[in-house]
């Protein structure tokens, strides 16, 4: 459905830059890192200088991964909050500061990245765009009424009628365009903080609120992060990224 030799000669043209942003904190390291990364070293932006971001709270856990030219990865320690709503909340300020005082200066691009997944086939400059969200595989054709936005609305992140509803295991864009999107999910999550209530999906559904109204520029398909429990659809052809088994009980904890 696109030319991907279209799209790589254009960013590699226009020396475009992407920073990739991952969690890997507590015992999500062990359990996914790995695989992410090597995996993303065989589909992700090949061609393109990529820089990772792990934030981790186990620096010296981090696997030596052997890196293709031009792409590196550096390793920022992070303090691991106690519950994963709010190890997942928190990431929005991280990201926001990290790009105030690093990635600004070095990238056109961000994305960010939830590290239960595998690439699994190109996931490559085409999905780069000035603002990135991704349709949720559970959702993408369902009724409105089915989404599982906040529908509290005593939250920020109350949507009362949406459109879409999106992943939030993968956002990106410019970088000015992603620091906007963490600072005003940051603001809304410590706003509900303040009011004594918490989004029901958490950071997704900030997430969600942020991009009905400031609409993405590209959306990506369900390819782009496919979960097999959901089985064969015909509408997805190539599964780009799936989802990781997710051990709930064992690594929230
Ligand atoms: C890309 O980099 C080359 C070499 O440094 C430079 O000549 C060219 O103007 C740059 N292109 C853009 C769009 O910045
Ligand atoms: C990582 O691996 C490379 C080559 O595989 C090696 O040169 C380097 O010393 C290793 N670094 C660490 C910290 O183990």
Not at 79 to 85: F, G, M, P
Not at 95 to 124: A, M, N, P, W
Not at 240 to 252: D, G, M, S, V
Request: charged share 25%.
């Amino acid at each position: 459905m696109f030319d991907p030799q279209f799209f790589d000669q254009k960013h590699i043209q226009e020396n475009s830059t992407v920073a990739l942003t991952v969690f890997a904190v507590g015992r999500y390291l062990d359990a996914y890192l790995t695989t992410f990364l090597t995996s993303a070293e065989q589909h992700f932006m090949l061609g393109l200088p990529v820089t990772y971001y792990v934030f981790t709270d186990l620096p010296d856990r981090v696997p030596n991964i052997s890196l293709a030219p031009q792409r590196h990865l550096k390793v920022v320690p992070v303090v691991k909050h106690s519950r994963w709503q709010d190890v997942s909340m928190m990431r929005m300020k991280t990201i926001s500061d990290t790009i105030e005082s690093e990635l600004r200066h070095h990238f056109r691009y961000v994305f960010c990245f939830d590290v239960d997944q595998e690439f699994k086939g190109r996931f490559g400059s085409e999905a780069l765009g000035d603002s990135v969200a991704l349709l949720h595989a559970h959702f993408y054709k369902s009724q409105e009424r089915k989404f599982t936005y906040d529908r509290n609305p005593k939250s920020k992140a109350f949507i009362a009628t949406g459109d879409f509803y999106y992943h939030a295991a993968i956002f990106g864009g410019t970088w000015a365009n992603v620091k906007h999107l963490a600072d005003a999910c940051y603001l809304n999550i410590m706003l509900d903080k303040q009011s004594n209530v918490e989004a029901l999906w958490h950071d997704e559904s900030h997430l969600n609120k942020y991009f009905l109204i400031h609409k993405p520029s590209r959306l990506l398909s369900p390819e782009y992060c496919w979960d097999l429990s959901i089985g064969h659809e015909p509408d997805i052809r190539i599964i780009r990224l799936k989802w990781a088994p997710k051990h709930y009980e064992k690594l929230r904890t």
